[in-house]
T-cell receptor, first 110, second 119 residues
Framework: KQEVTQIPAALSVPEGENLVLNCSFT??????LQWFRQDPGKGLTSLLL?????REQTSGRLNASLDKSSGRSTLYIAASQPGDSATYLC?????????FGTGTSLTVIP | GAVVSQHPSWVICKSGTSVKIECRSL??????MFWYRQFPKQSLMLMAT?????????EQGVEKDKFLINHASLTLSTLTVTSAHPEDSSFYIC???????????????FGPGTRLTVL
């Protein structure tokens, strides 16, 4: 059974700090990996999608990397802002379905 | 980008009643839709995969007679929670796969979710 783990479960940083969120997955036959943001009581907002053939994707202050051999992905957030406070989920796509991590709850302190 | 809507956004019902949740792809045709459930402080768990015009495939541990899924058209899937009980209270999220607009056809687009509270 595929498992997706996210560390840390919660993170609190001062505004302006750069930070890294970690995601580990067990299935090396990954199709793609997607990072999402979820605000309290809300649905998912897709942030970045990395195909299995790619090493990283960038969007604004966000950069996501993928290392299939080690089963890891990271989400780098530069110059964090209070508006970045949310839960961040990674999801492994095996081609047929997604397996979600448990999320990292991020709080950016003004 | 592709947009997926859900209706209602929240619903409160009495124990024993049935509740229907709709998931629509607004600007694309979704041959496959997925239903997820999220309990408080937990991640999303896939409940079932539905393909247009065929029966849904349920994940292990999900009662197909309790969670009825219909995917009668390429833009609409419905999830009916039958004889709902308080333990069914959860956040239900659907997603849709658009094989034509995403580069590899496997990107999923998520709806905003439906909060179900069963009293």
């Amino acid at each position: 059974k595929q498992e997706v783990t996210q560390i840390p479960a919660a993170l609190s940083v001062p505004e302006g700090e750069n930070l890294v969120l970690n995601c580990s997955f067990t299935d090396s036959a990954i199709y793609n990996l997607q990072w999402f943001r979820q605000d309290p009581g809300k649905g998912l907002t897709s942030l970045l999608l990395i195909q299995s053939s790619q090493r990283e994707q960038t969007s604004g202050r966000l950069n996501a990397s993928l290392d299939k051999s080690s089963g890891r992905s990271t989400l780098y957030i530069a110059a964090s802002q209070p508006g970045d406070s949310a839960t961040y989920l990674c999801a492994e796509n095996t081609g047929n379905q997604f397996y979600f991590g448990t999320g990292t709850s991020l709080t950016v302190i003004p | 980008g592709a947009v997926v809507s859900q209706h209602p956004s929240w619903v409160i019902c009495k124990s024993g009643t049935s509740v229907k949740i709709e998931c629509r792809s607004l600007d694309f045709q979704a041959t496959t839709m997925f239903w997820y459930r999220q309990f408080p402080k937990q991640s999303l768990m896939l409940m079932a995969t539905s393909n247009e015009g065929s029966k849904a495939t349920y994940e292990q541990g999900v009662e197909k007679d309790k969670f009825l899924i219909n995917h009668a058209s390429l833009t609409l899937s419905t999830l009916t929670v039958t004889s709902a009980h308080p333990e069914d209270s959860s956040f239900y999220i659907c997603s849709a796969r658009d094989p034509w607009t995403s580069g590899d056809g496997n990107e999923q687009f998520f709806g905003p979710g439906t909060r179900l509270t069963v009293l």
